[in-house]
C-alpha cells in the first residue's frame, strides 16, 4: 500500500510539473521570449512572409539539439500619428507610432523617431536665440519592419542674408529602434558613384531640379571625396565634426532615395531616387539589416505600399527656339499637369536689349507649344536679376497641381536700384489653364512671404485660398 501510494505520488508531481513547464513556455512565447531553466532567449530571427512576421528564438551555441519555437504571426496593423515640439520660434513635427503589436517596443521605436526628429538642432546655437525653424515630416515606407521618413522645412537666422531650407531623413528598424544608414546595407564605391555621375537615377515627381543639377554638384568633388561623404551619410548626429555629411537616404516602393547639398537658388537640397534592382550588386547581402531591406519590392508596383511615392521617368528635353527667347534648362521640368497630362514646364527669359523678363509654356514632348502661362506677376519691374525657383504643389487644395515661382528683380532706378529683391508668384491650374491673380501674389510679397518655396506654402495655407 505504500509503495503503490508513493508511486501515484510520484506520477502526479511528474504530470503538474509537465504542465507548467508547457504553460511558462507558451507565455514566454506571448512576450517575445522562449525561457529554458534560467536562460532567457530573445526572438531575433524574423521571416518576412505576406505581411507576416515568423520568429524563432536563438539557440545557445553549445545546445546539443537543434530545437526551435513554434512559428508567430505578429500584426503589421500599425497607425501613425503626428506630434509636435515646440520651443521659442522653433515648430518640428515628427511622426509617432500607436497599436503596435508590441507596447514596449513601441515606446523605444517613439523615443528613437523624436530623438531623431530633433536632431536637427544640431545645425544651430543650443540657445535657438534669432531662429525660426519650422520642420514637418513625410513617411515613404510604412513596413512591417521599416519605418522610412522625411523630414524637411525652413530657418530663419537673425542677420542671415536669407532663409534656408533643410532635409533629413530618418529609417528605423522597427524590430531594434535601431537607425538604418546608407553604408549599412551599401558597399560605397566607385560603380556606385558611376550610376549616379551617368544619370542613371530618375526624380521624385514633385522635384523642382534637373538631372543636371545633381550631375554637376556630384562632379565638384573627386571620388575619394564623395565615397567618404556617402559613408558617413545619414549622420545628422555629426554636424560640426570632421565626420558631417549632409548626404541623407530614405526608400520608396521599387526605390533608393538619396537626398544631396546643392545651391540656394535650387533649393539648398536635391533629390533623386536609384531603383533598387540596379544597386543588387552593392548590396550587403550579409548585412545585419538586410532582411529589413528586403521587404522592399525590387520594382514600382511590385508591392502594396500606400505611403511609397511616384516617380517622374523624364525622357529628353526637346529642343525649343524662339525669337528673344533663352530657355533655363536647368529651371524647365517634366511634370504631370491633371488637365495637360505629361508635358514639358519650360522657363524662359525673353530680352528687351539690356532687360529681360521671365516666360513661361508647356510643351509636349516634340517641342510644340502646348499653353503659355500668362504674363508674370514680377515682370513689372525692370528686370529679372536671377531665378531663383519653381515648384509644382497644391496651394488651394483642390487636388490640382499650381506652380510657385521666386525670382529676384532690380528696378534699375534711384540709390538701391542695383539692390536685388525677392518676387513670387502663384498661378492655379483650373480646367485646362493657369490663373494668375495678381491680388494674391501682391500679399504674398507685401508681407514677405517670398524667400522660399515653404515660406510661400505655408502662407497660401493660412489664406485658405480657392
Given amino acids: 500500500m505504500k509503495k503503490s501510494s508513493v508511486l501515484l505520488l510520484l506520477i502526479m508531481f511528474i504530470i503538474t510539473s509537465a504542465a507548467c513547464s508547457i504553460n511558462n513556455k507558451a507565455a514566454g512565447r506571448e512576450s517575445g521570449q522562449e525561457t529554458t531553466g534560467s536562460i532567457t532567449l530573445q526572438t531575433s530571427k524574423s521571416q518576412i512572409t505576406n505581411n507576416t512576421v515568423t520568429e524563432a528564438a536563438d539557440i545557445p551555441s553549445d545546445s546539443k539539439t537543434e530545437t526551435k519555437s513554434s512559428p508567430k504571426t505578429v500584426s503589421t496593423a500599425y497607425e501613425i500619428t503626428g506630434e509636435s515640439h515646440t520651443e521659442k520660434n522653433v515648430k518640428i513635427n515628427y511622426p509617432q507610432i500607436k497599436n503596435f503589436h508590441d507596447s514596449q517596443l513601441q515606446k523605444d521605436i517613439n523615443e528613437a523617431i523624436k530623438s531623431e526628429a530633433l536632431k536637427v538642432l544640431n545645425y544651430f546655437d543650443s540657445n535657438l536665440n534669432g531662429l525660426t525653424l519650422e520642420i514637418d515630416y513625410d513617411i515613404t515606407w510604412k513596413g512591417t519592419n521599416l519605418l522610412s521618413i522625411q523630414f524637411s522645412g525652413f530657418a530663419n537666422v537673425e542677420g542671415a542674408a536669407h532663409p534656408s531650407n533643410y532635409f533629413y531623413t530618418a529609417n528605423i528598424n522597427l524590430i531594434n529602434c535601431k537607425k538604418i544608414r546608407l553604408d549599412d546595407y551599401l558597399v560605397i564605391d566607385k560603380n556606385f558613384l558611376d550610376k549616379i555621375s551617368n544619370g542613371e537615377f530618375i526624380l521624385p515627381e514633385a522635384s523642382i531640379i534637373n538631372k543636371d543639377i545633381i550631375i554637376d554638384q556630384m562632379n565638384i568633388f573627386n571620388d575619394e571625396e564623395k565615397i567618404l561623404s556617402f559613408k558617413n551619410a545619414d549622420s545628422i548626429e555629426n554636424v560640426g565634426t570632421k565626420s558631417q555629411s549632409d548626404i541623407f537616404s530614405f526608400f520608396t516602393e521599387g526605390y533608393l532615395g538619396i537626398s544631396i547639398v546643392v545651391g540656394h537658388a535650387a533649393g539648398d537640397h536635391a533629390e533623386f531616387l536609384v531603383k533598387l534592382k540596379d544597386m543588387e550588386s552593392n548590396f550587403k547581402t550579409q548585412a545585419e539589416v538586410w532582411e529589413v531591406i528586403t521587404e522592399i519590392p525590387r520594382e514600382q508596383g511590385a508591392g502594396a505600399n500606400a505611403n511609397s511615392k511616384p516617380v517622374n521617368d523624364e525622357p529628353k528635353m526637346p529642343e525649343f527656339v524662339k525669337d528673344g527667347l533663352k530657355v533655363l534648362k536647368d529651371q ?132 485658405e485660398i480657392q
Avoid: R
Fill in 332 to 463: 524647365s521640368f517634366y511634370v504631370e499637369f491633371e488637365s495637360f497630362g505629361k508635358v514639358w514646364f519650360i522657363t524662359s527669359e525673353l530680352s528687351d536689349g539690356a532687360l529681360y523678363k521671365l516666360c513661361f509654356y508647356l510643351l509636349d514632348e516634340k517641342g510644340n507649344i502646348l499653353y503659355t502661362l500668362p504674363e508674370f506677376y514680377g515682370n513689372q519691374w525692370s528686370t529679372v536679376e536671377e531665378f531663383k525657383a519653381v515648384a509644382f504643389k497644391d496651394a488651394d487644395n483642390d487636388g490640382l497641381k499650381d506652380v510657385i515661382i521666386i525670382a529676384d528683380y532690380i528696378t534699375g532706378i534711384g540709390p538701391t536700384g542695383a539692390e536685388p529683391f525677392s518676387v513670387a508668384g502663384v498661378y492655379l491650374q483650373k480646367d485646362k489653364e493657369f490663373i494668375s491673380n495678381p491680388d494674391l501674389d501682391e500679399q504674398i510679397n507685401k508681407k514677405g512671404q517670398n524667400e522660399t518655396i515653404d515660406m510661400v506654402m505655408k502662407f497660401l495655407k493660412s489664406l
